[in-house]
């Protein structure tokens, strides 16, 4: 038999007793399904790049034999697959923790619930890494593996549920480590681009943690704010509205009225009068949130900029130039060029000149469209797409100005890079 017939014989093999296997489970049988999910094991074994089914293989027999009570071969099964894990699969993807716990499973029915005690902690332990995305590099330079959604996700769903259970179990629902965890499951949605699912988690750990009475904690804070910016995903704004409120009175009473948290979660709220199109009241809150800045002598913060700049587009959306301008003006000082600050310097700098142009200062927005074309070349290149986006710029100001000449050499620069990114056409137009 050649290799090709050899595969095909396993395949075969492999869809009969995988039928036969599910049968008997169904029919109640479960010796005669433990007995074929041996031969499976077996096979799996020895099929080269079959990692992942001989170690779930293994699982599934493990826990056939344990609900059997056929202790010492459930061990056994167990402690192969954790093996397999080990040295195919890599103790940072889903399979090890899931198996460290059915280890434990099995030492509690023989009786040494303190030694599964710690197999479980270190289970979750080893999620929560997982989950936080701390562990992927090692487990790829020891196995060759990364996570794989098509074939790991239904184990790391699984790990998601096991944790969430485990860490409310060890440490009691609605605990840091319980929120903590729940968190980050949300974020593996999220991830996943499952914002349903994403919102379920947090809501659940916003509840957790209000059963458990933790509710003027910075970890509730966070996990608010992330609650609201999943329901501002969804276009939830009320929803969204209603918990960023929540999250100033939480910041009010843990740090103070007065508080730069306060002035943060004001910031949030802000955003969603901005997403709503409700730039009254968002210059409202904004310029309140600003008004505790002075009172605290606190000013110049990341926060606060991320502040002015949305209190400047509340301005510029209802076409108060000026007061925009003022304040893109301020964030624009206290950005550093060259540096991590020149992505939104680049952005500053694209709507001072903007606001120049709309006030009928054309000569004013090509000097900042010329500042904002040196903040895109340190950060992007001056090959990129960023770059011909502020070329155009350049030549409608120059155009605006009368200079028709200067206009046309940008926009032949600009149609240069297009053609050589594949445009057919300038796309800034």
């Known amino acids: 038999m050649n290799w090709n017939d050899e595969g095909g014989a396993y395949d075969h093999q492999i869809w009969e007793l995988s039928n036969s296997y599910s049968q008997l489970k169904a029919e109640g049988d479960l010796a005669g399904a433990a007995r074929t999910m041996e031969r499976l094991v077996v096979i799996y074994s020895n099929m080269e790049g079959s990692e992942v089914l001989h170690s779930v293989s293994l699982e599934l027999l493990a826990r056939d034999l344990l609900e059997l009570g056929e202790l010492q071969e459930a061990k056994l099964a167990a402690k192969q697959a954790l093996e397999v894990d080990r040295q195919y699969i890599g103790m940072d993807l889903p399979y090890y923790p899931l198996h460290l716990i059915l280890f434990a499973d099995v030492l509690d029915k ?55 259970d485990l860490s409310m179990r060890t440490f009691g629902e609605g605990s840091p480590e319980h929120i903590e965890v729940m968190i980050h499951v949300a974020h593996f949605y999220e991830n996943e681009y499952n914002p349903e699912l994403a919102k379920a988690f947090y809501l659940e750990a916003v509840a957790a943690a209000e059963r458990a009475r933790r509710v003027y904690t910075p970890e509730f804070m966070y996990l608010l704010e992330s609650t609201a910016e999943i329901y501002l995903m969804n276009d939830e704004e009320k929803e969204a509205e209603d918990i960023y409120k929540r999250e100033i009175a939480v910041a009010k009473t843990l740090y103070g009225e007065e508080s730069a948290e306060v002035s ?72 550093q060029p060259d540096g991590e600050d020149d992505p939104m310097l680049a952005a500053v700098l694209n709507q001072t000149g903007h606001m120049h142009r709309l006030l009928g200062r054309p000569d004013r927005a090509v000097r900042e469209y010329e500042k904002q074309l040196a903040a895109v070349e340190r950060y992007y290149g001056d090959q990129s797409i960023y770059y011909t986006g502020v070329l155009q710029n350049l030549a409608e100001a120059h155009a605006a100005m009368g200079d028709q000449a200067e206009a046309k050499a940008y926009l032949d620069q600009i149609n240069r890079l297009c053609q050589r990114y594949g445009y057919s056409r300038n796309p800034w137009v």
């Open 264 to 335: 943060m979660s004001m910031g949030n709220l802000a955003s969603v009068y901005l997403t709503r199109g409700e730039s009254k009241k968002a210059e409202e809150v904004l310029s309140a949130s600003i008004a505790l800045d002075e009172k605290r002598d606190d000013e110049g913060s990341k926060d606060q900029m991320r502040r002015m700049r949305m209190l400047a587009l509340a301005y510029s959306n209802r076409k108060e130039y000026a007061k925009a301008l003022k304040y893109y003006s301020i964030v624009e000082e206290h950005l």
């Open 110 to 164: 023989e009786g040494n619930q303190s030694k599964a005690i710690n197999f479980r902690r270190d289970a979750l332990n080893h999620m929560v890494a997982i989950l936080k995305g701390d562990v992927a590099e090692s487990t790829n330079r020891s196995t060759g593996r990364f996570y794989d959604p098509q074939q790991d996700r239904e184990h790391m769903v699984r790990m998601c549920a096991a944790a969430v």
